[in-house]
């Protein structure tokens, strides 16, 4: 309905030729994802790095698109998770080092993978789910790990919250500041 009433009508404004939205740099609101898919428009959310050449993954604008997911892993890109969930990655688009030395000390395995730094999961069908940073893991006293920013993103995503920050370190159970 949205495509009749208005889609076609933006994408003629837009030259009439637009393919695709790609979206990369932050996670995308399924919110935003339904109002481009809505208006007949893919909406390509992807993940990379610079240290990567750029794109890692992508969704593939042929297919449904899958909210929350940054595609599929490109072929140019070994990709592995780490035990904490960590996406590392080997391939010939990464860097072959850092500048300064001391920076390339942490930012390769002894088996020459590179750490994004980036907690991700897949799915079976080999979606990636980036889900938050390795550095922003909170540790409970219970020895459980638990990464912030999906549940803070879904609190705030959420009226009339504007955010939430999750606390937790240190302690056996996790509150949150809303706001």
Same mark, same amino acid.
């Given at each position: 309905v949205s495509d009749l009433l208005?889609? @076609? &009508? $933006?994408?003629?404004?837009?030259?009439? *030729?637009? @393919? &695709? $939205?790609?979206?990369?740099?932050?996670? *995308?609101?399924?919110?935003?994802?339904?109002?481009?898919?809505?208006?007949?428009?893919?909406?390509?959310?992807?993940?990379?790095?610079?240290e990567t050449a750029g794109m890692i993954s992508a969704n593939p604008i042929s297919e449904p698109r899958r909210?929350?997911?940054?595609g599929l892993i490109s072929p140019d890109h070994e990709a592995r998770l780490a035990p904490d969930g960590e996406l590392q990655l080997r391939g010939p688009l990464l860097l072959s080092s850092y500048l300064d030395a001391e920076d390339d000390q942490e930012a390769w395995t002894a088996d020459g993978f590179f750490r994004t730094g980036d907690?991700?999961?897949?799915?079976?069908?080999?979606?990636?789910?980036?889900?938050?940073?390795?550095r922003n893991l909170l540790v409970l006293s219970t020895?459980?790990?638990l990464s912030p920013e999906p549940v803070e993103q879904a609190i705030g995503g959420v009226p009339p919250f504007h955010a939430a920050m999750l606390l937790g370190e240190g302690r056996p159970y996790v509150a949150a500041a809303v706001f």
């Open positions: 208005i889609g @076609r &009508a $933006v994408r003629r404004r837009l030259g009439g *030729a637009v @393919r &695709a $939205v790609y979206s990369g740099g932050a996670p *995308a609101t399924i919110e935003l994802l339904r109002f481009f898919e809505g208006l007949a428009l893919p909406f390509i959310e992807l993940y990379g790095m610079s909210p929350g997911a940054v907690l991700a999961r897949a799915d079976r069908d080999g979606y990636l789910y980036v889900e938050g940073r390795r020895g459980k790990k």
